[in-house]
């Protein structure tokens, strides 16, 4: 069993950065495929990227590509998404997902946080 809770959403002016962070509690971070997904009023949550277990390989959404970065500190049991330039329709809901499986499906994990609101203003 994982435990995610996301962190570090806010109000943000378009062009500006933003750092959220996921915190994991339960056993055996380090196996786990990090993901981040995203959901907008009145639409279907999508994928944004994610994170191997090694680290050693990402996968972004093409919205986001050059644009967000996915990074996991296994000692602190964390992932982050690092947002620059941001952008009116990245205004979401995030939410990080933890799974066994790489793949940019929801269905692919297991284990999802409760979200934390970004709002990107024009």
């Known amino acids: 069993q994982v435990q995610l809770v996301e962190s570090g959403g806010g109000l943000v002016q378009a062009g500006g950065s933003l750092r959220l962070a996921c915190a994991a509690s339960?056993?055996?971070?380090?196996?786990?495929?990090m993901g981040w997904f995203r959901q907008a009023p009145g639409k279907e949550r999508e994928f944004v990227g994610l994170?191997?277990?090694?680290?050693?390989?990402?996968d972004y959404a093409y919205p986001v590509k050059g644009r967000f970065t996915i990074s996991r500190d296994d000692a602190k049991a964390t992932v982050y998404l690092l947002m620059n330039s941001l952008e009116p329709d990245d205004t979401a809901v995030y939410y990080c997902?933890?799974?066994?499986?790489?793949?940019?499906?929801?269905?692919?994990?297991?284990?999802w946080g409760q979200g934390t609101q970004v709002t990107v203003s024009s």
């Open positions: 997902a933890a799974g066994r499986k790489i793949g940019t499906m929801a269905q692919n994990f297991d284990y």
């Open positions: 339960g056993r055996a971070f380090s196996t786990y495929v």
């Open positions: 994170i191997s277990w090694s680290g050693g390989h990402t």
